[in-house]
């Protein structure tokens, strides 16, 4: 996720390369960043030193070990710690970065820290991502949500929504792409090559995207307007719910809680 969200920024040009340091253990990766102008280092402590935001984005069992590296003291300098890490609470960061401190709980001014959950789509400057801040003054949201609000869409949510919105977009864009995959197949079987079923479903889908934003409109509204008393649209609709498709989407979201 951090790499795709590194891809983001220097697709939508949302930052200069030379204004973005990257940290890895594998080499290949740093190559791959550095062959795009972004500054890339192996040491977490160095990369954070200068930093104004910091992306926390590892595996969740390895929050506690890369906090505690680059939390050693006090910063001087003002930083946004913004962590990726779903499952690991704000109250888990502000005991660890406090212990690397020295201190029984971090500081409340410094660093300032945001939970937030994008999706891949991040990468293609589609991401649905979710900002829970912790500690963090109305400025240093403000230049969060700024940041990646130019990367998809945003909204500000309590930590305890986190879990559900992991559920429903970063997971959820997984549940999508798999009416994708179903819709393809089924258009392979009445008819269309791979292909063409592919390009057809895609637009479709996206067509609906646009439909819905540009409108406002409930979708079981905009249903209504395609489905004409004795139609074919309403035949499939019922087919698929007597299948279970709509409670079939609802326990697969509620399984990831």
Request: with cysteine.
């Amino acid at each position: 996720m951090g790499g795709s969200t590194v891809e983001g920024m220097l697709h939508g040009n949302v930052s200069l390369p030379s204004d973005i340091t990257v940290a890895d253990l594998s080499q290949e990766r740093l190559n791959y960043f550095a062959e795009k102008g972004v500054c890339v280092t192996s040491n977490n402590k160095l990369a954070v030193e200068n930093a104004d935001i910091i992306i926390l984005a590892v595996k969740p069992w390895i929050v506690e070990s890369v906090v505690k590296e680059i939390f050693p003291s006090e910063n001087k300098k003002k930083q946004i710690l913004v962590s990726f890490a779903a499952g690991v609470t704000s109250e888990q960061l502000k005991g660890w970065i406090g212990e690397a401190a020295g201190q029984e709980k971090a500081s409340v001014t410094n660093p300032s820290i945001i939970l937030l959950i994008p999706n891949i789509a991040i990468a293609y400057g589609s991401s649905m991502s979710f900002i829970a801040p912790v500690n963090a003054t109305e400025e240093d949201i403000n230049v969060v949500n700024g940041l990646f609000s130019k990367m998809g869409r945003t909204q500000i949510v309590e930590e305890r929504l986190l879990r559900a919105g992991t559920t429903l977009a970063s997971c959820g864009i997984a549940y999508a792409m798999r009416y994708i995959r179903a819709a393809v197949e089924g258009g392979v079987e009445i008819g269309f090559r791979a292909k063409e079923a592919e390009e057809i479903v895609l637009q479709t889908v996206r067509g609906a995207v646009d439909l819905l934003q540009a409108t406002g409109m409930h979708p079981e509204e905009a249903i209504d307007k395609v489905t004409t008393p004795g139609g074919v649209t309403i035949r499939g609709l019922n087919e698929m719910e007597h299948a279970g498709f709509t409670s079939s989407v609802i326990r697969g979201l509620k399984a990831g809680l």
